[in-house]
């Protein structure tokens, strides 16, 4: 059983950084393609970033280019998403997720508040 | 970008009834199309991918269908436990995309 789980959530002031973590079991992580996916709280679902199983390939969305790094350390099967210049906008729950077709496995979530 | 709209917002259904859920791509996506239903408080679970294919464990009485830029899921014989919010989400081409949603509520 595929399990993904997600830490590092936090309040942190705007233009402050974070890195979350998503530590995954139950898969060939190295050939895995994974996202981050984000929800701000009572909307809807906005795909944040994806990168390939070896980390060569990262896609962004256009409201974190610049500012959001995606990584993974396939020794440690885990996955990270540096997020630098927060802003308030970027309040919201971040899920990582499995892609193989359409996102099959997720995380429960970390919350991310940016607040003064 | 890709443009996802999901249509209605909210459907009112009474348990036992079908439900059609509309889902429109700006442009062609072909069948690289998504469902997922999230309930309160939980994390997004994948329905159908590829338009049409149910993913492992999901119900019969969940069904996609559609291809290019107009797209239906459709549950026969609503359950007390399938209300909820469905998303639609296209995979053709980054960036990837969601609908807003539809609330399937209790009628």
């Known amino acids: 059983e595929v399990q993904l789980v997600e830490s590092g959530g936090d309040v942190i002031q705007p233009g402050g950084s974070l890195r979350l973590s998503c530590a995954a079991s139950g898969l060939t992580f190295s050939r895995s393609a994974m996202n981050w996916v984000r929800q701000a709280p009572g909307k809807g679902l906005e795909w944040v970033s994806g990168i390939s199983g070896s980390g060569g390939d990262t896609y962004y969305a256009d409201s974190v280019k610049g500012r959001f790094t995606i990584s993974r350390d396939n020794s440690k099967n885990t996955l990270y998403l540096q997020m630098n210049s927060l802003r308030a906008e970027d309040t919201a729950v971040y899920y990582c997720?499995?892609?193989?077709?359409?996102?099959?496995?997720w995380g429960q979530g970390t919350l991310v508040t940016v607040s003064s | 970008e890709i443009v996802m709209s999901q249509s209605p917002a909210t459907l009112s259904v009474s348990p036992g009834e079908r439900a059609t859920l509309s889902c429109r791509a700006s442009?062609?996506?072909?069948?690289?199309l998504a469902w997922y239903q999230q309930k309160s408080g939980q994390a997004p679970r994948l329905l159908i991918y590829?338009?049409?294919t149910r993913a492992t464990g999901i119900p019969a009485r969940f069904s996609g269908s559609g291809s290019g830029t107009d797209f239906t899921l459709t549950i026969t014989s609503l359950q007390s436990e399938d209300f909820a919010v469905y998303y639609c989400q296209q995979y053709s081409s980054w960036p990837l995309t969601f609908g807003g949603g539809t609330k399937v509520e209790i009628k």
């Open positions: 590829g338009a049409s």
């Open positions: 997720a499995k892609r193989s077709w359409g996102f099959d496995s």
């Open positions: 442009q062609s996506v072909g069948s690289s």
